[in-house]
């Protein structure tokens, strides 16, 4: 199948549209990553999002709306979960909550619960007016990679197996949704996200983080979200988070571990690049939020090159230093040490 990667003008936001409503793929950008939708409703067209990106079945999708309304003929929503609605929506924010029997099994992984969000960019929001129906959608790369946040990252995953990529430029966050189940009786973060533990609480009055968000799941242990399950990306090369609060430690835990090794390249904040002349160095940003920006296009980077070891600065997990930690964690095989 050939792709067409296009601009996302409304012509080819339109053609999306109708390529959804004929029950095929469409990788379109949201402001978190690039999503690869189908109709949500559609239970063969959402197949074919499983097999264009190799993804186990037992992980359920995302269901994306244009506004709240839209989530009731979806699931059954509750006062809490319409607070944060219109706390949030438009935005990087996955409501899971339970579902009705109009969403086919094989969205939600043959789950009681479905997730919704309402993405913050316009051009998903059109796509999704345009096809008429709700749009299921996983990241766009194939899995086992990290998240596209570009249309070329999507296209390099995609290429062949799906007929359009909207290109809408990079994606604003960086970063996956904050997935917040609201089935029980307080709110509990399943994925953290650009939406922080600190903003739910502050609508909710109460919210949980799911223990296993900053730990490996232990032997027989099952997930609260299936997605934690599954092997997320690991790098080519064997990856290490340095952290630590005294810069001058990590420099030098850095430098060490730099020339102990081969073909290696350190990731670090804006403001210790020039620590490390001569060597291979790239920018994490000043931030947490500037990292979630840039971190996934790194990783790809990274394979690019061939590195074969990757020396990362970590973040204090406070605020969006918990998604972006969540997601270097995963990538390192939770090998973090502290500097020293
Ligand atoms: O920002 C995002 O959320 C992006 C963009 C495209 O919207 N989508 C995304 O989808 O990251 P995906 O499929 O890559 O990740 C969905 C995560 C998985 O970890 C999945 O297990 C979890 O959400 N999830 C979905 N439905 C769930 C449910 N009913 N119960 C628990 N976890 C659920
Ligand atoms: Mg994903």
Not at 28 to 48: H, I, K, S
Request: include cysteine.
């Amino acid at each position: 199948m050939h792709t067409q990667l296009l601009p996302a003008l409304p012509e080819h936001i339109a053609l999306g549209g109708k390529l959804l409503q004929s029950g095929q793929l469409v990788g379109f950008p949201t402001e978190t990553v690039y999503g690869l939708g189908a109709n949500a409703l559609d239970a063969e067209a959402v197949r074919q999002i499983f097999i264009a990106k190799g993804r186990p079945q037992d992980n359920p999708l995302i269901v994306h709306v244009a506004c709240p309304d839209d989530a009731e003929s979806l699931c059954h929503v509750s006062s809490t979960a319409r607070k944060l609605m219109d706390a949030f929506w438009p935005g990087p924010l996955t409501l899971v909550m339970p579902k009705k029997a109009t969403v086919p099994e094989v969205t939600s992984a043959g789950l009681s619960s479905v997730g919704v969000r309402c993405p913050a960019h316009p051009v998903a929001l059109a796509l999704i007016r345009a096809a008429g129906v709700p749009v299921a959608a996983p990241s766009a790369n194939t899995s086992g990679r990290p998240s596209p946040t570009c249309a070329r990252h999507v296209y390099e995953d995609m290429q062949n197996r799906i007929p359009l990529i909207l290109d809408g430029g990079d994606c604003q966050v960086g970063v996956e949704s904050t997935v917040l189940s609201v089935t029980g009786d307080t709110p509990v973060i399943l994925r953290p996200g650009k939406v922080t533990q600190l903003e739910i609480a502050q609508v909710t009055g109460k919210c949980l983080i799911a223990d296993s968000v900053m730990r490996p799941l232990r032997e027989g242990e099952s997930a609260p979200s299936p997605g934690m399950k599954h092997r997320h990306y690991a790098p080519r090369g064997n990856m290490t988070i340095v952290q630590g609060t005294d810069e001058k430690k990590v420099v030098a835990t850095l430098k060490r571990m730099y020339l102990s090794s081969e073909n290696a390249c350190i990731l670090c904040h804006e403001n210790l690049l020039a620590a490390f002349p001569g060597m291979r160095v790239f920018s994490l940003g000043n931030s947490p939020e500037d990292t979630a920006r840039v971190l996934f296009s790194l990783l790809r980077d990274m394979d690019a090159l061939k590195i074969s070891r990757i020396l990362c600065q970590g973040w204090d997990t406070g605020g969006v230093g918990l998604a972006v930690m969540n997601r270097m964690a995963r990538a390192a095989s939770f090998d973090i040490i502290e500097a020293e």
